[in-house]
């Protein structure tokens, strides 16, 4: 099953409003990524937060992280058309384990951002 | 700067063929991995190697192949291919797989059709 799992699958907005997704995950993380995927295009990293950060901006980009949930937000401020994409998360596993050095992705949230 | 490249970017083949997808990086990163995305799968993590000469399974290996004599190469072969492995293939490489390096990045990806 997958580790991380975002919410919605798809989201709609208009331009210049607030996008909010979602990301829950099964088990213990070091750290937990964000991607993005333009159609038809391999993912780009967009941000990194360490299990041990609870918050983390870049530009228009806010990331929470809330462990005792195992949840994370990505929040996109003041949208454009450009940041129309599907958007992942990821997560990594603690040493120890087999999945060690392997990233999880989750199935990805549809983000449209009309003009 | 180059990046990470994959070739070929579309092919289409028949059912029983073998199949070989290259990944090339120019970074010299150690680590290097194989994904696959369908609808409703997200990425699904094939093969991942850490160095040359050193592979290890990931989540759907069966059916599929590496070789990573070079570090800055690592093919994945479909041995004999089916209507199932129809789908799209990314490539990755990360400098480290813990920490801030941990950062995965992808190539454009290959569309693989087997009729």
């Known amino acids: 099953s997958q580790q991380g799992e975002e919410d919605p699958q798809a989201l709609s907005i208009q331009e210049g409003e607030n996008a909010t997704m979602n990301c829950s995950y099964k088990?213990?993380?070091?750290?937990l990524q964000w991607y993005r995927q333009n159609s038809g295009r391999g993912l780009v990293h967009l941000i990194l937060?360490?299990?041990?950060?609870r918050e983390k901006h870049s530009g228009r980009l806010r990331v929470t992280l809330d462990t005792s949930k195992k949840s994370s937000s990505l929040l996109i401020t003041a949208s454009r058309a450009a940041d129309t994409a599907s958007y992942f998360c990821?997560?990594?596993?603690?040493?120890?384990?087999?999945?060690?050095?392997?990233?999880?992705f989750g199935q990805g949230t549809i983000l449209t951002v009309h003009p | 700067d180059a990046g990470i490249t994959q070739s070929p970017r579309y092919k289409i083949t028949e059912t029983g063929r073998q199949v070989t997808l290259m990944c090339h990086q120019t970074?010299?990163?150690?680590?290097m991995f194989w994904y696959r995305q369908d609808l409703g799968h997200g990425l699904r993590l094939i093969y991942y190697?850490?160095?040359?000469?050193?592979?290890d399974k990931g989540e759907v290996s069966d059916g599929y192949v590496v070789s990573r004599s070079k570090t800055e190469n690592f093919p994945l072969t479909l041995e004999s291919a089916t209507r199932s492995q129809t789908s799209v293939y990314f490539c990755?490489?990360?400098?480290?797989?813990?920490?801030?390096?941990?950062?995965?990045?992808f190539g454009p990806g290959t569309r693989l059709l087997v009729l």
């Open positions: 990755a490489s990360s400098l480290r797989t813990s920490g801030r390096r941990q950062t995965q990045y």
């Open positions: 088990t213990s993380i070091n750290n």
């Open positions: 937060i360490r299990s041990n950060e």
């Open positions: 990821a997560t990594d596993a603690p040493a120890g384990g087999t999945s060690y050095g392997k990233l999880t």
């Open positions: 970074w010299s990163h150690s680590y």
């Open positions: 190697s850490a160095a040359a000469d050193i592979t």
